[in-house]
């Protein structure tokens, strides 16, 4: 940095400001690049495990670079893997065709739609839709748009994806009228639970949200920082330019803002280990929730299912909140 200073010092102002405008460019272009990449998912790319600083240097300075190719996600498992029976389900949604599994109970408490994270698809919910039906519910596993068996290559981090929970609460209504509904979401589905719920009208007895984020612009901080990249221009670039790309403004998709007009049952589940979002997140959600509310940290956890890893707990938790009237 001194060296770029001192060679400011010598040249004409001309110089410096052509400097400036080609770095702006640059990082422009670059910001661009790596938000289409982000949310547009390719056929042969890598699968994300979302632990970018697990990264070699070399590959985290080649992702800076070039970016990341995200392979879709696709289901892996089916719900007969985790001793569920089920049928398959495919409705119209607002960005095209979406599928579900839908996983019956004998004597059904209500049912429970599940909805996945970033990068994920409905196969990465079976832990959850066991556990859900163990508890006595039935359960709707649901892929948005661009995952599993659902169309398109498209993801908004939660944005589009609200619509998606609508299309399927309404779907799930009109095939089984009068269930008692609780909507669950993982990251990127909390936040398109949260929008639906606000914004979009969506209407549920209950919801269970893990680990949402408080703000867009704070879970792509979290990224850069665990790539070891300064946050500051190149975070609030590609939430720029990734709102841009799909018409929504990146600066507004805001789950925190969301929650204020969220005034059913939630309950709020964290890990106290998690690096992408930080407790303080998780808790001003909580604060600003409208209705009856409950938060849960599994201290020795970080960003990944709850349940798989702590079953026991995780139950308990979660059936004492369903059981309240």
């Not at 007969?80 to 059904?108: C, I, K, R, S």
């Not at 909805?115 to 039935?138: D, I, M, N, V, W």
């Not at 349940?307 to 059981?323: I, N």
């Amino acid at each position: 940095m001194y060296l770029v200073f001192a060679w400011m010092r010598g040249r004409p102002l001309t110089s410096v400001a052509i400097l400036a405008l080609i770095a702006f460019v640059v990082l422009n272009l670059m910001a661009y690049r790596h938000a289409r990449a982000m949310t547009h998912f390719v056929p042969h790319g890598k699968p994300w495990r979302g632990k970018p600083e697990e990264m070699s240097l070399r590959t985290k300075l080649g992702t800076v670079f070039s970016g990341v190719a995200i392979a879709r996600p696709q289901d892996e498992a089916l719900p007969g893997d985790a001793g569920l029976t089920h049928e398959t389900h495919a409705f119209a949604g607002a960005g095209g065709q979406l599928e579900a599994w839908y996983v019956p109970h004998p004597e059904p408490r209500g049912m429970v739609l599940l909805f996945h994270g970033f990068t994920s698809c409905k196969a990465r919910l079976l832990p959850e839709a066991r556990a859900y039906h163990q508890l006595g519910y039935a359960c709707f596993l649901v892929d948005f748009r661009g995952s599993g068996g659902s169309e398109g290559n498209v993801t908004t981090i939660g944005y589009r994806e609200a619509d998606d929970v609508a299309r399927a609460v309404e779907y799930v209504k009109e095939k089984w009228p009068g269930k008692h509904l609780v909507l669950f979401g993982q990251s990127m589905g909390a936040a398109a639970i949260l929008r639906a719920v606000a914004e979009l009208d969506v209407q549920a007895d209950a919801v269970v949200l893990e680990c949402p984020f408080d703000r867009l612009l704070t879970t792509v901080k979290a990224r850069f920082g665990a790539v070891g990249i300064p946050t500051f221009p190149g975070a609030h670039l590609l939430v720029f330019w990734g709102g841009r790309q799909h018409g929504f403004d990146g600066f507004g998709h805001n789950p925190i803002d969301y929650a204020g007009k969220v005034t059913c049952p939630v309950l709020l589940l964290h890990g106290g280990r998690d690096p992408r979002v930080g407790r303080e997140h998780v808790e001003a959600i909580r604060d600003k929730l409208g209705g009856k509310k409950e938060m849960h940290v599994f201290d020795a956890l970080g960003h990944e299912s709850y349940v798989a890893r702590e079953p026991v707990e995780w139950k308990a938790r979660v059936g004492a909140f369903l059981a309240q009237p």
